[in-house]
């Protein structure tokens, strides 16, 4: 299930505005998905320009986007410290967001966790004061349905399995997985609900990222909100 909404320009604006955070000698990890992209073409510019970084991918589509923009990449065994995390979000409220729209957020949550500081991209679409949105999954194939039936039964949740667009069968992530999307409504515990999820057998990694974001930096048509927690 991959979040839309908002305008370009404003997703622009918040990427490009995120990537100036960067300075040399940072590793920095590049996250997934529409508004992050517009921040690794602004590190790419940067780095055409003398900036010198190295860039931790997140998933395939941002190993891509980086290499094509220039940027040298790195991976998390090789560093000792990740100085900025970079990533878009779901939802966001406050520290709390919910990512996993483009099936990459496992790989995102270990680069954003192991970051000095975290940033979220993101437009005035993706703000609000209780998080609702259905909360991604990574689950090992062969436990999906023992999973689904799980957080029916165990956390009262509607569990759908992602189905490709444009192949037969479900969605598989970088990780050879599948993913839930699961419906909650309004998440009035989210950290509760992130612990009832991982105790789950099956499970590889939710979507809820709690208490993770350090500075939001919002896009709107007028310019960038910037907001720390």
């Known amino acids: 299930m991959k979040a839309t909404g908002g305008s370009d320009d404003a997703k622009r604006r918040a990427g490009e505005r995120a990537a100036a955070e960067a300075t040399d000698g940072m590793v920095v990890g590049l996250g997934t998905g529409s508004t992050t992209a517009y921040a690794i073409r ?3 510019q940067a780095v055409n320009a003398g900036l010198d970084i190295q860039g931790i991918p997140t998933s395939f589509q941002s190993r891509q986007l980086a290499l094509s923009a ?3 990449l790195t991976s998390l065994d090789a560093v000792d410290t990740v100085h900025l995390a970079i990533d878009g979000a ?3 409220a406050g520290r709390h967001c919910i990512k996993g729209g483009g099936a990459a957020h496992t790989r995102e949550k270990i680069v954003d966790a192991a ?3 975290f940033v979220v991209v993101a437009d005035r679409t993706k703000q609000v ?3 609702d949105h259905p909360v991604p999954v990574e689950v090992i194939p062969e436990a999906w349905t023992v999973v689904t039936d799980d957080i029916s039964n165990k956390v009262g949740g509607a569990a759908t399995l992602r189905e490709a667009e444009r192949k037969d069968g479900p969605v598989v992530t970088d990780n050879g997985n599948v993913v839930l999307d699961c419906e ?6 989210p950290a509760m609900l992130a612990l009832d999820l991982a105790a789950i057998p099956g499970v ?3 979507g809820l990222f709690i208490n993770l974001v350090d500075t939001a930096f919002v896009g709107t048509d007028a310019g960038v909100e910037e907001q720390p927690f």
């Not at 909650?184 to 515990?189: Q, V, Y």
Request: aromatic share 4%; charged share 35%; no cysteine.
């Open 42 to 44: 602004a590190l790419g």
């Open 70 to 72: 220039g940027i040298p």
């Open 90 to 92: 779901d939802q966001l």
């Open 115 to 117: 970051a000095e500081r």
């Open 129 to 131: 004061e209780t998080l």
């Open 184 to 189: 909650f409504g309004e998440i009035r515990d």
């Open 204 to 206: 590889v990694e939710h």
